[in-house]
Every structure is written in C-alpha cells, then in structure tokens.
C-alpha cells in the first residue's frame, strides 16, 4: 500500500510517499480502507522528533480517518466488512490502509461526506473528554478556549454553545475573531489587540470563566489564572508557546482552582472507547442534525502531506486540514 513516511536521511526530517505492507489486524480490531486523515498539530510534532508514537503504535503520521472497514478481527461483534467508519488511531492515518481497534470507531454521521468525518475524531474526543468528562462544563457556565479557530477550537465552540455555556473565544485577527462567533461563540477576543483577562472579566461582569482549554501555555498560565472564575477549572493540552512557565500559584490556592492536563494518543483503548461510546450517545446526533459540524478549511492528495503540514504551520486556516487518500 501506500502511505507517508518521516523520512531521516537528511538534517531536516521530511514526509515522503513510499510503499509499506499492508498492517495486520488483531483480534479486537478492524482493518479500515482509508478514503480521507485528518491533519493535527501533534503529527507535526511527530515528524519534528517531539512526539514519537507509543510503544507498539505506527511509525506512519495520522490521528484520525476515515473509510470503510474490509476485515474484522475475531473478537469484533459490532462491525462488519463495508461500514462506513470514522476512527481515532495511534498513528498510521496517512496511508491506504490501517488497522484500527473497534472501540474507537464510530459510524460517518448520517448525511455527512467521508472527508468532513476525517475531520471529527481527533478533535471531538480531545474535547469532549478534556471539556466534559474532566472539566465537566455545565450548562450556564462560562467556557473560554483559546485557539478559537484550530480545529480543537471549532469544534470546542460549538459543542460547548450547544450544551449551554456561554463561550468566549481567542483568536489572532479580526476575521478569525468573526469566524468564531459565526461558530456561536458570545465574544470573541482579538488576542494581538485586545488583553484577554480584562476582556473576559468585563464580560462575565467581573466573576471569570468556570473553564478554560488552553493550546498556549507559556506565559498564558499566570493569565488564564487571573481569567479565571473562583472554583474554574483550566486546562493544559497543549505548549503552542512552550511547556515551561514561570507563574504566582497564589490565585490557584486562593481562587480554589484546579489544574489538569492530559493527552489522548497513549491512553488505553478502553479509555478511548469509553469516550466513543459517549459521543454516539451525546453528540453524533448534534452532527447528524447539523447543529455541530467540523470545520473543513483545505483538502491535499496524499502525496501533498508535507504542503498540508505547512498549512497548518502556517497558522492561518481556520478549521481542519484533511489529507484525501483514496
């Protein structure tokens, strides 16, 4: 088959299309035809040698796809050969075929392409187990997400508007800010012209936001603590400006805060599935409806996976980059 490597053979690492061996599939997996991968900030960082694959996992890019299943492990019951899927994987998207474990696949909502489904799993489980499993967002509450237009932000928008928080987003120009309102975000918060802990405050009236998903880091620690409302709960899931961060813990002690930080990719398949069988549940009839839905902002053929990584590096797309395959 083929599929997209990181290839060493010079001082800069780089994504090249060669020819692997069709994976083996286990007992409690699937083997899925791949039509479409979705692009994400950790498979950059992948093939800048920051965030190698589990043990066990593929060495070939790609958190997520979509296709249609063409073999079943033994131990699968809820699948069959020609289901149409979207799925969460380890590694191994940017290819013709991968195996994937069953309990994180779910059906391409009804009405939906198979390229936008590419667009679903990375983001949707990232969200939904950061926002509402560990922060456990309510209706009422004030959401703020930074990255309002990452892939990660777009769909944090419209998941927390459509289970009743009041959403504010930051973003880095005008027209981002305006694509995360026309999301449903309440306020939108240029962060290059406007300081987001004063704009936060005035929105809420001065008490904050009850949670906080932070992509940034750096020294938008001490700031998402300032931003925060009494008893808030902040997020880490990701170092945009770097994984260190000198801070005063003090508003954390006094304003009962709480902390977390996660990753998805080595978490076990049980936890992963628990996560699926949330989202079949609780979200994929908002997808299947309409009233949430990825957002697509550019297409590459396979062999453009290094233009899809520089687009995406770039920093001015608004949404998910998708690599077609089949």
């Not at 009405?111 to 926002?131: L, Q």
């Not at 560990?134 to 209706?139: C, G, Q, T």
């Not at 770097?242 to 049980?270: C, D, I, Y």
Request: with cysteine.
């Amino acid at each position: 088959m083929k599929a997209v490597e990181i290839t060493k053979d010079t001082d800069t690492p780089a994504l090249v299309l060669g020819d692997v061996v069709v994976p083996d599939h286990g007992p409690d997996d699937v083997l899925v035809r791949v039509v479409a991968s979705g692009v994400n900030r950790p498979d950059l960082m992948q093939v800048a040698g920051m965030y190698p694959p589990p043990p066990g996992a593929s060495e070939i890019p790609g958190l997520e796809l979509s296709g249609e299943i063409v073999a079943v492990g033994s131990n699968v019951t809820d699948w069959k050969c020609g289901d149409k899927v979207c799925a969460l994987v380890t590694g191994g998207g940017y290819a013709q075929y991968a195996a994937v474990p069953a309990a994180q696949c779910l059906p391409v909502p009804k009405g939906m392409s198979m390229i936008a489904a590419a667009g679903v799993p990375e983001t949707f489980f990232t969200v939904w187990h950061n926002v509402f499993d560990k922060a456990d967002l309510k209706a009422g509450e004030t959401f703020l997400v930074h990255g309002g237009t990452s892939g990660i932000g777009t769909t944090a928008i419209q998941l927390a508007k459509a289970f009743g928080a009041k959403v504010i987003a930051t973003a880095g120009t005008d027209e981002k800010c305006q694509a995360c309102r026309d999301l449903g975000a309440d306020v939108a918060i240029n962060y290059k012209t406007q300081d987001f802990v004063e704009e936060v405050k005035a929105a809420t009236d001065g008490k904050g936001a009850d949670v906080i998903l932070d992509m940034v880091a750096g020294d938008y620690v001490s700031r998402n603590f300032k931003a925060a409302a009494f008893e808030a709960r902040i997020l880490i899931i990701a170092f945009l400006r770097g994984p260190k961060a000198e801070t005063n813990f003090t508003p954390l002690l006094l304003k009962r805060l709480t902390l977390m930080g996660s990753t998805l990719r080595a978490q076990p398949v049980a936890n992963k599935g628990a996560i699926a069988t949330s989202l079949r549940e609780k979200v994929w009839p908002l997808l299947e409806s309409g009233q949430v839905a990825p957002v697509i902002y550019k297409t590459f053929p396979l062999e453009q996976a290094s233009e899809a990584h520089a687009t995406l590096k770039g920093g001015a797309h608004i949404g998910k980059v998708i690599l077609e395959v089949d």
